[in-house]
Nanobody, 123 residues
Protein backbone atom coordinates (compact mmCIF):
# COMPACT_ATOMS: atom_id res chain seq x y z
CA UNK A 1 0.00 0.00 0.00
CA UNK A 2 1.11 3.52 -0.81
CA UNK A 3 -0.51 6.67 0.50
CA UNK A 4 0.15 9.93 -1.31
CA UNK A 5 -0.25 13.49 -0.02
CA UNK A 6 0.23 16.48 -2.33
CA UNK A 7 1.12 19.99 -1.26
CA UNK A 8 2.34 23.26 -2.74
CA UNK A 9 -0.64 24.35 -4.78
CA UNK A 10 -1.95 27.90 -4.74
CA UNK A 11 -2.73 31.02 -6.71
CA UNK A 12 -0.07 32.48 -8.98
CA UNK A 13 0.02 35.02 -11.79
CA UNK A 14 0.69 34.00 -15.36
CA UNK A 15 4.41 33.62 -15.93
CA UNK A 16 5.02 32.66 -12.33
CA UNK A 17 6.24 29.42 -10.77
CA UNK A 18 5.07 26.84 -8.26
CA UNK A 19 6.61 23.69 -6.87
CA UNK A 20 4.35 20.82 -5.96
CA UNK A 21 5.39 18.03 -3.63
CA UNK A 22 3.97 14.56 -3.18
CA UNK A 23 4.93 12.72 -0.01
CA UNK A 24 4.50 8.97 -0.07
CA UNK A 25 4.22 6.49 2.74
CA UNK A 26 5.42 2.91 2.47
CA UNK A 27 8.75 1.17 2.38
CA UNK A 28 8.65 0.40 -1.32
CA UNK A 29 8.33 3.94 -2.68
CA UNK A 30 11.58 3.60 -4.59
CA UNK A 31 10.12 0.73 -6.62
CA UNK A 32 7.15 2.73 -7.91
CA UNK A 33 6.88 4.80 -11.03
CA UNK A 34 5.34 8.17 -10.19
CA UNK A 35 3.28 10.60 -12.20
CA UNK A 36 1.36 13.84 -12.07
CA UNK A 37 -2.05 14.24 -13.65
CA UNK A 38 -4.34 17.24 -13.65
CA UNK A 39 -8.03 17.86 -14.00
CA UNK A 40 -9.59 21.16 -14.97
CA UNK A 41 -13.29 21.88 -14.33
CA UNK A 42 -15.47 20.02 -16.80
CA UNK A 43 -12.55 18.15 -18.34
CA UNK A 44 -11.07 14.67 -18.13
CA UNK A 45 -8.10 14.00 -15.89
CA UNK A 46 -5.04 14.24 -18.12
CA UNK A 47 -1.44 13.10 -17.99
CA UNK A 48 1.16 15.76 -17.18
CA UNK A 49 4.43 13.97 -16.48
CA UNK A 50 5.92 10.73 -15.16
CA UNK A 51 9.22 9.53 -13.74
CA UNK A 52 10.69 6.05 -13.50
CA UNK A 53 11.45 4.44 -10.17
CA UNK A 54 15.13 5.38 -10.28
CA UNK A 55 14.43 8.81 -11.70
CA UNK A 56 16.38 8.12 -14.87
CA UNK A 57 13.50 8.35 -17.33
CA UNK A 58 11.01 11.19 -17.47
CA UNK A 59 8.09 11.88 -19.79
CA UNK A 60 6.04 15.00 -20.38
CA UNK A 61 2.84 15.99 -22.09
CA UNK A 62 3.51 18.30 -25.01
CA UNK A 63 1.58 21.07 -23.31
CA UNK A 64 4.07 21.30 -20.42
CA UNK A 65 7.32 20.25 -22.08
CA UNK A 66 10.06 22.78 -21.44
CA UNK A 67 8.13 24.44 -18.61
CA UNK A 68 7.57 21.67 -16.04
CA UNK A 69 10.15 19.38 -14.44
CA UNK A 70 9.47 16.22 -12.47
CA UNK A 71 12.00 14.86 -10.00
CA UNK A 72 12.09 12.49 -7.04
CA UNK A 73 14.05 11.94 -3.87
CA UNK A 74 13.70 8.29 -2.88
CA UNK A 75 15.47 8.91 0.44
CA UNK A 76 12.65 11.31 1.34
CA UNK A 77 9.84 9.33 -0.31
CA UNK A 78 8.90 12.46 -2.24
CA UNK A 79 8.27 13.41 -5.84
CA UNK A 80 8.28 17.01 -7.01
CA UNK A 81 6.78 19.01 -9.85
CA UNK A 82 8.50 22.28 -10.63
CA UNK A 83 6.19 24.41 -12.76
CA UNK A 84 7.60 27.49 -14.49
CA UNK A 85 6.14 29.97 -16.97
CA UNK A 86 2.66 29.08 -15.80
CA UNK A 87 -0.31 29.85 -18.02
CA UNK A 88 -4.01 30.27 -17.19
CA UNK A 89 -4.67 26.99 -19.01
CA UNK A 90 -2.54 25.21 -16.40
CA UNK A 91 -5.27 25.89 -13.85
CA UNK A 92 -6.45 22.53 -12.49
CA UNK A 93 -6.38 20.18 -9.56
CA UNK A 94 -3.06 18.36 -9.70
CA UNK A 95 -2.90 14.72 -8.61
CA UNK A 96 0.07 12.59 -7.73
CA UNK A 97 -0.14 8.92 -8.73
CA UNK A 98 1.94 5.77 -8.25
CA UNK A 99 2.18 2.38 -9.89
CA UNK A 100 4.41 -0.62 -9.47
CA UNK A 101 6.53 -1.16 -12.54
CA UNK A 102 7.26 1.04 -15.50
CA UNK A 103 5.96 4.52 -16.19
CA UNK A 104 2.75 5.06 -18.10
CA UNK A 105 0.78 8.01 -19.43
CA UNK A 106 -2.51 6.16 -18.95
CA UNK A 107 -4.59 7.14 -15.95
CA UNK A 108 -6.01 3.63 -15.48
CA UNK A 109 -2.53 2.14 -15.11
CA UNK A 110 -2.01 3.89 -11.76
CA UNK A 111 -3.10 2.16 -8.59
CA UNK A 112 -2.58 4.87 -5.99
CA UNK A 113 -3.71 8.48 -5.99
CA UNK A 114 -3.41 11.49 -3.77
CA UNK A 115 -6.27 13.80 -2.88
CA UNK A 116 -5.09 16.54 -5.22
CA UNK A 117 -3.92 20.11 -4.81
CA UNK A 118 -5.44 23.14 -6.53
CA UNK A 119 -3.31 25.27 -8.85
CA UNK A 120 -4.87 28.49 -10.11
CA UNK A 121 -3.08 30.72 -12.61
CA UNK A 122 -4.50 34.20 -13.08
CA UNK A 123 -4.07 36.18 -16.28
Amino acid sequence: QVQLVESGGGLVQAGGSLRLSCAASGRTFSSYAMAWFRQAPGKEREFVTAISWRGINTYYADSVKGRFTISRDNAKNTVYLQMNSLKPEDTAVYYCAARSGSTSYRRDDYNYWGQGTQVTVSS
